[in-house]
């Protein structure tokens, strides 16, 4: 294992043309990743899904990126020929992307699509294939694994969408793992079982993980470092520990607006958008 | 009155029965939440009562009518559902503006440019937002499309799946505002399916928890505050929540 960083980035930025010429979505975004956790949060639309897809130069046109530096494990990503790129995704950067079943192939059963992933990577023998597919059904806690990987993706609810679109990215062992909201669907239970399978492979593997999401508890318990982006930006970067006492008005104005198990609110505060300067 | 009724409801896909013996009633107004574990038959179960799951048996009654195992349109006007999926429930060549204003048109409704703007206004929307793409959002600006597109009609019964778990926490906070506005003004009923106990707390009255295809235990939200559940799992669930299962005061 290298002591370079996995992953660098400095200055990424994301545009779309709009009427009133090229917008930039994301403004700029450099941090520098380790075999460690990184958590982005943010508010909707501020660019976190656009950073994770850059990464894996897979913003659409007529959408562009560019960036001063995109290095993972020393390779210059922004100028690797489109083959090698996809030769590098899915096998040693996975997303997970935010919509599981949009990005499941509808016209294959769940086990065909998970067992295609591992073969793109490992050459087993059918059987070892068919064992090592449960296997990871069962590690996402998906309950009757056997039938499940007979199913269609349309067929199956959007907790295990979620959790078998996990089982795809991870089973092809990434060196990097982007994750896009990948539990939003789940109960904290199963979230939590899933998290931690995530987790025991950042410990044990050396994986390095993006952890994308709007749950900001959640973030803080399983990350160790927390990007805070609004419009496009970084606008705290902390400690997962610190989250809590973070200090910018738009990170305070998020955690406020958390309901509570005991609520009496009649109503949330909401985000005076006006009320942080630079946007 | 009550707004939904579903007795001894048992629904299949082909020989796979996943949802086995539902009763509840929702009384008109009322907000209620089913929530459980992930593949339960939540989704299942408001799918069959917006016609979308025409393999069951049992009863369903919705404002006084029995349901039929299909969709009507007339049911619309009165019913919507918001998708869990927001990706898959939104045409990929119809602009917002042509989401929020189809409906209009069908049911023969005028002023639609003011509704369609006062609907984005009220989700949250910008106005740049109104003539784009769904691939041209990010993912809760589609749910709050999809969330915009089934008001828009006033209808009377709303069945939510999910509403907001798409949404980071500040717009999460407007949207379930802006359903408890209008659930205040217009006596709106809620059938909604969500696995965040918190958003329960703060929107429900009472809640049904389902676990492996049964519904396992009906208890106030109030529950929520003093941790009081019968059921082995809902009191899991809780735990894992969260919640104190020591509170019981
Ligand atoms: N094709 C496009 N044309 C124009 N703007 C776009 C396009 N695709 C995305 N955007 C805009 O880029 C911004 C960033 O989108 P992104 O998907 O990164 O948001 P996000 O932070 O992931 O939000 P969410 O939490 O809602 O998923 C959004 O405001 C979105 O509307
Ligand atoms: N079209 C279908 N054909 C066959 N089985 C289906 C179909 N749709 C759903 N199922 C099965 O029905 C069960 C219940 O699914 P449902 O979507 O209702 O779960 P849910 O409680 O909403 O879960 P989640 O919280 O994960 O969304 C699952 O086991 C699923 O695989
Ligand atoms: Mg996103
Ligand atoms: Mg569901």
């Not at chain 1, 400095?10 to 380790?34: A, D, Q």
């Not at chain 1, 606008?235 to 997962?240: G, K, L, M, R, T």
């Not at chain 1, 309901?259 to 630079?278: F, H, I, K, N």
């Not at chain 2, 509840?24 to 009322?30: L, N, P, Q």
Request: with cysteine.
């Amino acid at each position: 294992m290298s002591q370079s960083p996995l992953l660098e980035l400095e200055n990424l930025r994301v545009s779309f043309p709009t009427p009133k010429g090229r917008v930039e979505v994301v403004k700029g975004l450099s941090f520098t990743l380790g075999r460690e956790r990184l958590g982005i949060v943010g508010e909707s639309g501020s660019g976190k899904s656009m950073t994770g897809r850059a990464i894996l130069r897979l913003v659409r046109r007529p959408g562009q990126q560019d960036a001063d530096k995109m290095t993972f494990d020393g390779i210059d990503l922004r100028r690797l020929s489109e083959r090698r790129m996809r030769d590098l995704r899915g096998a040693r950067i996975s997303m997970i992307m935010q919509d599981p079943k949009f990005s499941l192939n509808p016209v294959m059963t769940i086990g065909e699509q998970i067992a295609e992933a591992l073969r793109t990577h490992e050459r087993l023998a059918r059987r070892d294939v068919q064992a090592r597919v449960l296997q990871m059904l069962e590690a996402v806690r998906i309950n009757d694994p056997k039938r499940v990987m007979a199913l269609y993706p349309h067929e199956v609810s959007g907790g295990m969408g979620q959790r078998i679109m996990i089982a795809m990215m991870l089973i092809p062992r990434p060196d990097l793992l982007i994750a896009d909201e990948p539990t939003s669907a789940l109960d904290v239970s199963v979230q939590a079982q899933v998290l931690d399978l995530i987790d025991e492979l950042v410990r044990d593997k050396g994986m390095g993980l993006i952890l994308i999401s709007h749950d900001l508890n959640l973030v803080a318990r399983y990350c160790d470092h927390i990007l805070v982006m609004h419009a496009g930006q970084v606008v705290e970067s902390c400690a997962a520990s610190e989250l809590h006492n973070a200090t910018h008005p738009y990170t305070r104005g998020l955690l406020a607006a958390v309901p509570r198990m005991e609520e009496t609110r009649e109503e949330l505060p909401v985000l005076d958008r006006s009320a942080w300067s630079g946007t | 009155m009550t707004a939904i009724s579903l007795k001894n409801l048992d629904i299949s896909y082909g020989p796979t029965k996943v949802v086995e013996a539902a009763s509840f009633d929702v009384a008109e107004g009322e907000s209620f939440a089913l929530v459980g574990e992930s593949g339960s038959g939540k989704s299942t179960i408001l799918k069959a009562i917006a016609g979308l799951a025409p393999d069951w048996t049992g009863e369903i009654t919705v404002l006084g009518q029995p349901r039929g195992h299909s969709v009507d349109h007339g049911f619309a006007s009165r019913c919507q559902m918001v998708f869990q999926d927001p990706y898959g429930s939104l045409h990929p060549r119809k602009s917002v503006d042509r989401v929020l204003s189809e409906p209009l048109k069908i049911h023969g409704i005028s002023n639609r440019d003011a509704r369609v703007e006062d609907m984005l206004a009220a989700v949250g929307l910008d106005r740049r937002f109104r003539f784009r793409y769904p691939h041209q959002l990010s993912g809760g600006q589609r749910q709050r499309v999809a969330i915009a597109r089934a008001l828009m009609l006033e209808p009377k019964v709303m069945l939510l799946d999910e509403p907001t778990s798409a949404l980071d926490v500040s717009v999460q906070a407007e949207i379930l505002n802006l359903l408890k506005k209008l659930r205040r003004e217009q006596g709106l009923t809620y059938l909604m399916v969500t696995h965040n106990l918190p958003v329960v707390s703060f929107m429900c009255d009472r809640m049904a928890v389902m676990h492996k295809g049964r519904i396992v235990e009906i208890a106030p939200a109030s529950a929520l505050h003093d941790g009081r559940f019968q059921d082995p799992y809902t009191q899991s669930l809780y735990a894992a929540s969260g919640g104190n299962p020591d509170r019981k005061d």
